[in-house]
C-alpha cells in the first residue's frame, strides 16, 4: 500500500516544487495551497539557503520558490549555488523588500521570476505553472 503511495506522489507528469522560507507559517501556508493543486508535488521545505541548496541534490525540484532574506545563507546566495549545481530548476525570487533594495541587488539575481509575498496566492501558482512549463513539465491547471 505504501508502494502505492509513493508511486502516485511521483508521477513523472507532476511539477516538482521546493519551498523555501524561514519562516514556518508561510512555508506550511504554500505548502498547504500546493498541494491542492492537480499535477504539483510539493517535494521539500526548507528553512534556510544552505537547507535549499542540499535538498535540490536530493529533491531535483523543477520549481523552487525562494525567500531572499534568511539566516544561515540568504536566497540570493543560495540561488547562486542552486544554478551551478541544477542550472534548469527554475527560481521564483519570493521577497516582502521594496524595490529599491532589489534594484540596488540587481546584478546579483540569479532567478527566473520575482514575487512579492503580498501577491495573491492563485497568482504565485499560476507563476509556478508557467516556469513549470519552462522546463518541459507541461503543467494542467486544477
Not at 527554475?90 to 533594495?101: E, H, L, V
Amino acid at each position: 500500500m505504501i508502494l502505492k503511495m509513493l508511486m502516485l506522489d511521483c508521477k513523472p507528469s507532476s511539477l516538482r516544487v521546493l519551498l523555501v522560507d524561514d519562516h514556518e507559517l508561510t512555508r506550511l501556508s504554500l505548502q498547504l495551497a500546493f498541494s491542492r493543486q492537480e499535477n504539483i508535488q510539493v517535494v521539500g521545505c526548507a528553512s534556510n539557503g544552505q537547507e535549499a541548496v542540499e535538498m535540490v541534490k536530493t529533491c531535483h525540484p523543477d520549481v523552487i520558490i525562494l525567500d531572499l532574506q534568511m539566516p544561515v545563507m540568504d536566497g540570493w546566495s543560495a540561488s547562486s549555488h542552486i544554478k551551478t549545481i541544477a542550472p534548469k530548476t527554475q527560481i521564483i525570487a519570493y521577497s516582502s523588500a521594496d524595490n529599491s533594495i532589489l534594484e540596488d541587488k540587481k546584478e546579483m539575481a540569479n532567478w527566473d521570476a520575482f514575487c512579492q509575498k503580498d501577491t495573491p496566492t492563485k497568482d504565485l501558482i499560476s507563476l509556478v505553472k508557467q516556469l513549470g512549463e519552462q522546463t518541459g513539465k507541461a503543467s494542467i491547471s486544477g
